[in-house]
């Protein structure tokens, strides 16, 4: 077999055998195939696209390119959610202890975050204590206890997908859907989940800008799922103006927990309850998302969803009292309101830029070598369709340093205000085969 041959029939728009994949994956992992070899073939796969059994033949070549986790001695169907990003997106903070509160076992592996703000494991660690260096044995012991726990992610996880990602990302291949689609898949089986919710963003926030392009990604991921075995769901979401009104990451943590009592902004809250719902149902907890709906709300109502989130921070060496004593998290030196230059209704957030304004105060990394600062961020106190008035607060800063100046021209060109209202859509589609 050659890989100039692979590379010419998918140039040519023929099917690839699972044996040419597969020998493709091998081949570039172990570094017999060259760059330039795989970069025309990603060409090749961008322009002739792939169908289902080569994109799931794809996706299961690069989960066997490295170490697989095995959850097998968890109890119950494993449940992993995926978001594909966006700004103040927090919902696997409230999510995981949620869902747990019906007993479906969480088992989370996740990452620390580039751009504008931190990832999963950056917001948890704005508690004091808290560690995801926990072995595996303890791992799946707290998931079968207390049925939650996030590990950070393995260091030898489809190392294909990471060769693959990195060469797309300087040779015009991203966008490409079936190598979207398989290399967020393949982590998700990797890391060992029976189940796989997805919440694919759209908008100007998100890496899919239009709706069109996010329900192509979400179905492709869905048949690749359910083609390898995994039941798998997926929503679109909207991602045109951050999601919630915190943008930072200890800013974050305060929010989900408002958001566990029940007491948090009505986007999470409705992203969570969604997402959540396929979840329970995939988990066999409920029949019906309408059914699994009615029980997450009443583990909010009751209190079961906060008490389970202090036992999951406790466990994880996290001070808990922070769950009853927020002001507890990193404090910010400095808290600078924006006020509305005019009267009217907030027409457009512009969530990326938005984002890097939060960034630009030291929430998120612009580089892999940057610190984050775990106090500062943004507090949106109007969302598109919000009536304001001149002089009201838009966005309250919250810096650890005194010049935000350039933060505040980030904010006013990027937030608009008409004189007309504005509803906006926050699930746009849910995909459920």
Known sequence: MRMVDIIARKRDGKELTTEEI????????????????????????????????????LTMAMVNSGETIDLSAIE?????????????????????????????????MSGRGLGHTGGTIDKLEAIEGFHVEITKDQFIELVNRDKVAVIGQSG??????????????????????????SSIMSKKIAAGADA??????????????????????????????????????????????????????????????????????????????TLGSQMVVLAKKASTLEEAREMLVEVMKNGKALEKFKVFLKNQG?????????????????????????????????????GVAA????????TKE?????????????????????????????????DVASVMDKIYANISISSESVNPVLIHKIITE
């Not at 940057?370 to 008035?389: C, H, S, T, Y």
């Open 22 to 57: 597969k020998f493709f994956i091998e081949g570039y992992t172990k570094g017999t195939i060259p760059d330039y070899q795989a970069s025309a073939l990603a060409m090749a796969i961008y322009f002739q696209d792939m169908n289902d059994r080569e994109r799931a033949d």
């Open 76 to 108: 119950g169907i494993k449940v992993d959610k995926h978001s594909t990003g966006g700004v103040g997106d927090t919902t696997t903070l409230v999510l995981a202890p949620l869902v747990a509160a019906l007993d479906v076992p969480v088992a989370k």
């Open 156 to 181: 030898n996880l489809t190392p294909a997908d990471k060769k693959l990602y990195a060469l797309r990302d300087v040779t015009g291949t991203v966008n490409s859907i079936p190598l979207i689609a």
């Open 196 to 273: 796989i919710v997805l919440d694919v963003k759209t908008g100007a926030g998100a890496f899919m800008k239009t709706n069109e392009d996010a329900e192509a990604l979400a179905r492709a991921m869905v048949k690749i799922g359910n083609n390898v075995g995994r039941n798998t769901m997926a929503i679109i979401s909207d991602m045109s103006q951050p999601l919630g009104f915190a943008i930072g990451n200890a800013l974050e943590v305060k929010e989900a927990i408002d958001t566990l009592k029940g007491e948090g902004p009505e986007d999470l809250t409705e992203l969570v309850l």
């Open 318 to 354: 996290g001070d808990a009292s922070v769950v009853d004593s927020p002001e507890k998290l990193p404090q910010a030196k400095y808290i600078i309101e924006v006020p509305a230059k005019e009267s009217g209704y907030v027409s457009n957030i512009v969530a990326d830029e938005i």
């Open 359 to 366: 960034m630009i105060l030291g929430a998120g990394r612009a």
């Open 370 to 402: 940057d610190e984050i600062d775990l106090a500062v961020g943004l507090m949106l106190r109007k969302k598109v369709g919000d009536k304001v008035e001149k002089g009201e607060s838009l966005v309250t800063i919250y810096s650890n340093r005194e």
